[in-house]
Antibody, heavy 126, light 110 residues
Framework: QLQLQESGPGLVKPSETLSLTCTVSGGSIRSSGYYWGWIRQPPGKGLEWIGSIDDRGTTYYNPSLKSRVTISADTSKNQFSLRLSSVTAADTAVYYC??????????????????WGQGTLVTVSS | QSALTQPASVSGSPGQSIIISCTGTSNDIGNFNLVSWYQQHPGKAPKLLIYEGSQRPSGVSNRFSGSKSGNTASLTISGLQAEDEADYYCCSYAGSSTWVFGGGTRLTVL
């Protein structure tokens, strides 16, 4: 059974860089056809897709965060990571990692996130 | 890239059916049919309910169903149960290898 677990500091100072790691067990992040994604949820608010990385290491980012986000993968450790630079209080959120399935049917494209990690709260504060 | 529009809240009585709408534009839902839906209970991670617009993962009740018309996707929950009380989110491909979620809908079972 595939499981994902986020880890990293729960408190980050403004203007610094948020760094989180997602450890995958029960499957390989090198599995062909799968992407691996990061999603966040500010307290009391909705979900926001941050970005994803595919099995070849190609990254895809939310345009609103693209200038500050880096997603990378370490296949030897079966982990993928998120770095978000120049954080502010607006980046305070629960951060989730998830496997990101993509499907293409004729000219249509879909995708879904499953399973998800339990999430980790990151607070940006001095 | 703007969040998909969902009603902030919906409610229903046990046994009833409710529909949660998710409205986008021709850049996302209007052009791509394969919307996914998620259920989130307080303090928990989201759970996949529907993928590829209308497919249910193994273990998800057939009381949950998905559909789409034009720029609006819909999640129908039939035979409402107390445990369905949760937040629900839609998600769509938005072109250029990007993805967008809806703002979320709080379902209250009366």
């Amino acid at each position: 059974q595939l499981q994902l677990q986020e880890s990293g500091p729960g408190l980050v100072k403004p203007s610094e860089t948020l760094s989180l790691t997602c450890t995958v067990s029960g499957g390989s992040i090198r599995s062909s056809g799968y992407y691996w994604g990061w999603i966040r949820q500010p307290p009391g608010k909705g979900l926001e897709w941050i970005g994803s990385i595919d099995d070849r290491g190609t990254t895809y980012y939310n345009p609103s965060l693209k200038s500050r986000v880096t997603i990378s993968a370490d296949t030897s450790k079966n982990q993928f990571s998120l770095r978000l630079s120049s954080v502010t209080a607006a980046d305070t959120a629960v951060y989730y990692c998830a496997r990101h399935d993509i499907t293409m049917i004729v000219m249509d494209i879909g995708g879904w996130f499953d399973p998800w990690g339990q999430g980790t709260l990151v607070t940006v504060s001095s | 890239q703007s969040a998909l529009t969902q009603p902030a809240s919906v409610s229903g009585s046990p046994g009833q059916s409710i529909i949660i709408s998710c409205t986008g534009t021709s850049n996302d839902i209007g052009n791509f049919n394969l919307v996914s839906w998620y259920q989130q209970h307080p303090g928990k991670a989201p759970k996949l309910l529907i993928y590829e617009g209308s497919q249910r993962p193994s273990g998800v009740s057939n009381r949950f169903s998905g559909s789409k018309s034009g720029n609006t996707a819909s999640l129908t929950i039939s035979g409402l149960q107390a445990e369905d009380e949760a937040d629900y989110y839609c998600c769509s491909y938005a072109g250029s290898s990007t993805w967008v979620f809806g703002g979320g809908t709080r379902l209250t079972v009366l």
